[in-house]
Nanobody, 121 residues
Framework: QVQLVESGGGLVQAGGSLRLSCGAS????????MGWYRQVPGKQREWVAT???????NYADSVKGRFTISRDNAKNMVDLQMNSLNPEDTAVYYC???????????????WGQGTQVTVSS
């Protein structure tokens, strides 16, 4: 029904920047909140940032002031601009979206497959 696909991950040196993108496709009626999460091996998935359909944002303390989340409702896309990266930002980054599909009465969360971000020291 719905797919989320992330892109933009890769290798970057400490202090550098990277921009992640995520696009949603399928039988979408409405996308509510969207967000980014990250996970390192052996640890729980961590919330990074969220953005409402109206553009209100919220960030984890660990990334506040360095990362910026944005979205394009017309394109069903959400981006994450990451600046001043450090090795602790190394993780697989996942896109998440709360989506109401066509014909449904309730929305639910969907996840992308993730994109690897590696920050070298």
């Amino acid at each position: 029904q719905v797919q989320l696909v992330e892109s933009g991950g890769g290798l970057v040196q400490a202090g550098g920047s990277l921009r992640l993108s995520c696009g949603a496709s399928g039988s979408i009626f409405r996308i509510n909140g969207m967000g980014w999460y990250r996970q390192v091996p052996g640890k729980q998935r961590e919330w990074v940032a969220t953005i409402t359909r109206g553009g209100s944002t919220n960030y984890a303390d660990s990334v506040k002031g360095r990362f910026t989340i944005s979205r394009d409702n017309a394109k069903n896309m959400v981006d994450l601009q990451m600046n001043s990266l450090n090795p602790e930002d190394t993780a697989v980054y996942y896109c998440n979206a709360d989506i109401l599909v066509r014909g449904a009465s309730l929305s639910r969360g969907y996840w992308g497959q993730g994109t690897q971000v590696t920050v070298s020291s």
